[in-house]
């Protein structure tokens, strides 16, 4: 019994795992399991977890969150110095607001061309926004408290200080030192294309596709968030 576990278990690490990561950058604790039985390889749940800890913990695979794993092994992260005014400038005048932001320009480093345009967003209680909007404008700032589709495109200049403050949603990924993670961003960058067409959609997706070539995310915390996000969309607490 023990020679046809170690069997299974050498096979899963020399040879399913490898093809996994050689064919998508993330694969799921269940595409293993269907990877396993096309395979011919009967493995408990329970023995499959214990293995895959030990795969994480030898460097096979990457542990991208709750039944996810990926080829990746290093965590992707963005350039916190496009979003550092905007967080000092927030802080001192609301030292004990709950926000994170993120700009376009932290995405430069995964775009086929550099975005010329900027946007910068900024998270928040929604009945935070339109404060915040006010001291934002007072130092400068193209300041926007939650434009609606039709506003954003009449009136939105996208610059090197304009800022769009949306509500936060009640489960989105916790921040950094007010820095949006990056799962939270590729949500965001997709709604907020589509709603003030930031840039063109072949790019958008171009952008997401290469960060996820180029490491390692909490996949769960990304679907997660979209999730939520499509809820509060369903629910009509957000408008386009």
Known sequence: MKNSL???????F????????????????????????SAGIVLADDT?????SEA????????AGRGWYSRHDKSISLDPKPITKLIRTVTKAFPLLDFCGWSTIQLNPFAQHLLARTTT??????????????HLRGEGWDAWPNPGKKEAEQFVRPGEKTGILRPAVVKQPASTGHQAPIEKVLVDLKIESARL?????TEVQRIIDNILRSGLLQLPVLLGYAEAKREVFESGEITN
């Open 6 to 12: 170690q069997s299974k278990k050498a096979k899963l």
């Open 14 to 37: 020399a040879a399913i795992l490898p093809s996994l990561r050689s064919n998508t950058a993330y694969f799921s604790l269940n595409t293993i399991k269907h990877a396993l039985t």
């Open 48 to 52: 499959l977890r214990e293995y895959m």
């Open 56 to 63: 994480m913990a030898t460097g096979i695979v990457g542990d």
């Open 121 to 134: 967003f900024l998270y928040a209680e929604s009945d935070t926004l339109e404060s915040i909007a006010g």
């Open 197 to 201: 067409k930031l840039m063109d959609w």
